[in-house]
């Protein structure tokens, strides 16, 4: 899935010229398909970020531990573990696409190195346009002076990708709204009790961050988050 999307992205800007012997059919020797995962490595964690949906997933889950008011719990080390796993299983079917329609004819000796990518890179474009809004596609195709096709697949990767990205921020931080305002009304609930007893020296946290927890468990607020990010995500 990441290397269909890195090929397609540096041959539209030009960064890549792929030789004629890579337009016929066969796999690459070894050393080179060595060289390639080598190279995939070092750059998975922004691609990571870049064309999956784990940005809005990390965003999302930020914001549930902020709105409870608890800095450090869960760990950065759980909150990245969950998203991490969210995004494999949200992104499986089209990885599971791009494996079964461009790896495989690759590995079997029935496509070249060039038709997988670009297999590969439509079926990747297809998932990211699914969650574009046109005005993030307009924005970046009129900063890339790239002229808007009647069909939005016909936009290269290079104004697809942030596009994605920008709209993926705004959805996470709507998300996010919507999430922290039933714990702002506990915590102004909290604050006027508070104030109307004369409690001026107890932190009204002390009390809201409690009550917080509670109502997050009583209605099985992970099941909720999470549902509500793998189903705005797959739908």
């Known amino acids: 899935m990441i290397i269909p999307a890195l090929v397609s992205l540096l041959q ?5 010229q ?7 059919p066969g796999r690459l020797p070894t050393s080179i398909e060595l060289a390639a995962a080598l190279t995939l490595l070092s750059v998975l964690p922004a ?19 902020r709105a409870m008011s ?6 950065n080390q759980v909150l990245l573990g969950l998203s991490m796993f969210l995004t494999l299983f949200v992104m499986y079917p089209t990885g599971s ?11 079997e000796n029935r496509s070249s190195v060039k038709e997988a990518c670009e297999t590969g890179g439509q079926i990747l474009e297809t998932f990211l346009l699914k969650h ?7 924005l970046f195709a009129d ?13 290269p990767l290079r104004v697809v990708i942030p596009a994605y990205l920008l709209s993926e921020l705004k959805t996470a931080f709507t998300m996010g709204f919507l999430i922290f305002l039933p714990f702002v009304l506990i915590d102004l609930v909290v604050s006027s009790v508070l104030l109307s007893m004369g409690m001026f020296m107890l932190p009204p946290p002390m009390i809201s961050t409690p009550l917080k927890v509670l109502l997050f468990v009583l209605v099985d607020g992970w099941n909720l988050i999470v549902r509500s990010l793998v189903t705005s995500v797959s739908i």
């Open 143 to 155: 900063i890339g002076k790239v002229e808007i096709p009647k069909s939005r697949t016909e936009l």
């Open 132 to 138: 574009t809004r046109d005005a993030d596609l307009e």
């Open 70 to 75: 608890l800095q450090e719990l869960p760990p």
């Open 47 to 65: 691609v990571l970020v870049s064309v999956t949906c784990f940005t809005r997933i990390i965003i999302v889950l930020s914001f549930v531990r």
């Open 12 to 16: 539209e800007g030009g960064a890549l």
């Open 97 to 107: 696409q791009i494996y079964d329609r461009a790896v495989v004819p690759y590995l």
């Open 18 to 24: 792929l030789p004629d012997s890579l337009s016929q």
